[in-house]
């Protein structure tokens, strides 16, 4: 038996592949209603100018050609686009699976069906306190929270599975246990909790960032809930949480989670057509209006995104860590906090073990002559 040695070509297949985004989140609007606190889009009821329907359906099949990832359709809110469902409709044409992040005031018997008939498969919908008095004040929106439990509703009535995101800072930590117990009680099929990062309107609340004790006593407190069972916890922008979960499971508690995932498993486009490693952090690997709609171009070549994927770059703490593989830090709160996304993430308070030889290669890119990235294209 023969084997075959790995060509040049081959290997530069393997690392494509390697790199496509398993879920890529589409900002299609900066429309909302809403004037919540910590918006990471600063969106409100005008919105900015928008992609026109043909550019949106460009980018799904740019994005369709180079991968087949879950489509996340986020905003504003999504639903303020009349032309929302033939943007579905399209994605799930070019075989993406499609699901939406929602306020859900805009969602009732009749919306949903048409949602799940243009191709939506799943729904997220936002509670960011375990009462109305915690989640309108977040939201800066009487009535909000009455209107996400309509729309948790409608979705269970209508077999719309849907999860629920909560953004936690020092407004609505001690809430998470009751806003967890809401979450299963209302039939979610996860709650995936978001680390406050003081970007977009929410740079007002950076008083609000939690400090690394309440940090790290919050990650633990969302791990007892994954181990008791709950609910399904997911976390977004607290990558500390996979090494947590790292440490449970050496003592047989839990299975693993991810940590950061922005610009390997995980992309965003914005409401322009840039494309990002996530939407909390601002910075432009390059626009695909202006690119002639090639993603894979983008997402593979692009100066900024290479760098967020050498771990080797990382700088403090975080690139002395011996989790750097699997968490990585939170390159958005870096940025926002220290002005650097290389920069270690400022609400981690883990000490590193044996520094000097703990550093991960994973998702290191071969070293290549390349000048430092001075600030990408910032929007």
């Given at each position: 038996?023969?084997?075959?040695?790995?060509?040049?070509?081959?290997?530069?297949?393997?690392?494509?592949?390697?790199?496509?985004?398993?879920?890529?989140?589409?900002?299609?609007?900066?429309?909302?209603?809403?004037?919540?606190?910590?918006?990471?889009?600063?969106?409100?009821?005008?919105?900015?100018?928008?992609?026109?329907?043909?550019?949106?359906?460009?980018?799904?099949?740019?994005?369709?050609?180079?991968?087949?990832?879950?489509?996340?359709?986020?905003?504003?809110?999504?639903?303020?686009?009349?032309?929302?469902?033939?943007?579905?409709?399209?994605?799930?044409?070019?075989?993406?699976?499609?699901?939406?992040?929602?306020?859900?005031?805009?969602?009732?018997?009749?919306?949903?069906?048409?949602?799940?008939?243009?191709?939506?498969?799943?729904?997220?919908?936002?509670?960011?306190?375990?009462?109305?008095?915690?989640?309108?004040?977040?939201?800066?929106?009487?009535?909000?929270?009455?209107?996400?439990?309509?729309?948790?509703?409608?979705?269970?009535?209508?077999?719309?599975?849907?999860?629920?995101?909560?953004?936690?800072?020092?407004?609505?930590?001690?809430?998470?246990?009751?806003?967890?117990?809401?979450?299963?009680?209302?039939?979610?099929?996860?709650?995936?909790?978001?680390?406050?990062?003081?970007?977009?309107?929410?740079?007002?609340?950076?008083?609000?960032?939690?400090?690394?004790?309440?940090?790290?006593?919050?990650?633990?407190?969302?791990?007892?809930?994954?181990?008791?069972?709950?609910?399904?916890?997911?976390?977004?922008?607290?990558?500390?949480?996979?090494?947590?979960?790292?440490?449970?499971?050496?003592?047989?508690?839990?299975?693993?989670?991810?940590?950061?995932?922005?610009?390997?498993?995980?992309?965003?486009?914005?409401?322009?057509?840039?494309?990002?490693?996530?939407?909390?952090?601002?910075?432009?690997?390059?626009?695909?209006?202006?690119?002639?709609?090639?993603?894979?171009?983008?997402?593979?070549?692009?100066?900024?995104?290479?760098?967020?994927?050498?771990?080797?770059?990382?700088?403090?703490?975080?690139?002395?860590?011996?989790?750097v593989g699997s968490c990585g830090g939170c390159?958005?709160?870096?940025?926002?906090?220290?002005?650097?996304?290389?920069?270690?993430?400022?609400?981690?308070?883990?000490?590193?073990?044996?520094?000097?030889?703990?550093r991960s290669r994973r998702w290191r890119e071969?070293?290549?002559?390349?000048?430092?990235?001075?600030?990408?294209?910032?929007?």
């Amino acid at each position: 038996m023969t084997t075959k040695s790995l060509t040049t070509h081959d290997a530069r297949r393997t690392t494509r592949d390697g790199l496509k985004p398993r879920l890529i989140a589409f900002e299609v609007t900066r429309r909302c209603r809403y004037h919540c606190r910590h918006c990471r889009a600063n969106a409100g009821p005008q919105g900015a100018s928008e992609l026109t329907t043909q550019q949106c359906k460009k980018i799904i099949a740019a994005i369709a050609k180079f991968t087949k990832p879950v489509l996340i359709i986020t905003g504003g809110e999504p639903m303020e686009r009349p032309d929302l469902f033939e943007i579905i409709k399209y994605a799930k044409e070019k075989g993406l699976r499609v699901v939406m992040a929602t306020c859900g005031y805009l969602l009732d018997d009749k919306s949903i069906v048409q949602l799940k008939k243009a191709g939506v498969s799943a729904l997220s919908l936002s509670i960011d306190g375990a009462s109305s008095e915690t989640h309108d004040r977040f939201r800066d929106s009487p009535g909000a929270f009455d209107t996400a439990l309509r729309a948790a509703e409608i979705a269970r009535k209508n077999k719309m599975p849907f999860q629920i995101n909560t953004t936690l800072s020092k407004i609505n930590a001690g809430e998470i246990i009751g806003i967890a117990h809401l979450a299963k009680r209302l039939g979610a099929a996860c709650l995936n909790a978001f680390m406050l990062v003081p970007t977009g309107r929410a740079e007002e609340l950076d008083d609000a960032v939690l400090d690394p004790i309440q940090y790290e006593a919050l990650l633990n407190e969302l791990l007892r809930v994954k181990i008791r069972g709950d609910i399904e916890v997911r976390v977004t922008c607290g990558p500390s949480f996979s090494r947590i979960c790292q440490q449970a499971k050496a003592k047989g508690l839990t299975a693993e989670a991810k940590g950061c995932m922005g610009g390997k498993g995980f992309g965003f486009v914005s409401f322009r057509g840039d494309i990002q490693t996530c939407g909390f952090l601002d910075v432009s690997a390059g626009n695909l209006v202006e690119n002639g709609f090639n993603f894979s171009k983008i997402w593979l070549k692009s100066q900024f995104l290479n760098e967020i994927r050498d771990v080797s770059a990382l700088k403090g703490k975080c690139g002395d860590c011996e989790y750097v593989g699997s968490c990585g830090g939170c390159k958005a709160r870096a940025m926002a906090i220290h002005g650097d996304y290389l920069a270690g993430d400022p609400v981690c308070g883990y000490q590193p073990k044996n520094p000097p030889k703990a550093r991960s290669r994973r998702w290191r890119e071969p070293r290549r002559a390349r000048p430092r990235l001075s600030a990408g294209r910032r929007r």
